[in-house]
């Protein structure tokens, strides 16, 4: 029984940043490997940079 077929993985490395079209990749119990493994923070390492916004954590 065939459910679907798998037209392009794209993966997202840096959270809210452009993705990056792969031919293969590990699926972890998370998700994809290296998926959203990044991100960008100001220098104080208070607050998240996402599109633009800063986010304090």
Do not use: A, C, W
Request: proline residues 2%; glycine residues 16%; without cysteine.
């Amino acid at each position: 029984m065939v459910i679907g077929n798998v037209k392009e993985i794209i993966r997202y490395p840096v959270k809210s940043f452009h993705g990056e079209k792969i031919n293969q990749v590990n699926v972890l119990g998370h998700g994809l490997y290296g998926d959203r493994s990044h991100g960008f923070m100001t220098g104080d390492g208070l607050r998240f940079i996402i599109k633009g916004l800063h986010l304090s954590v």
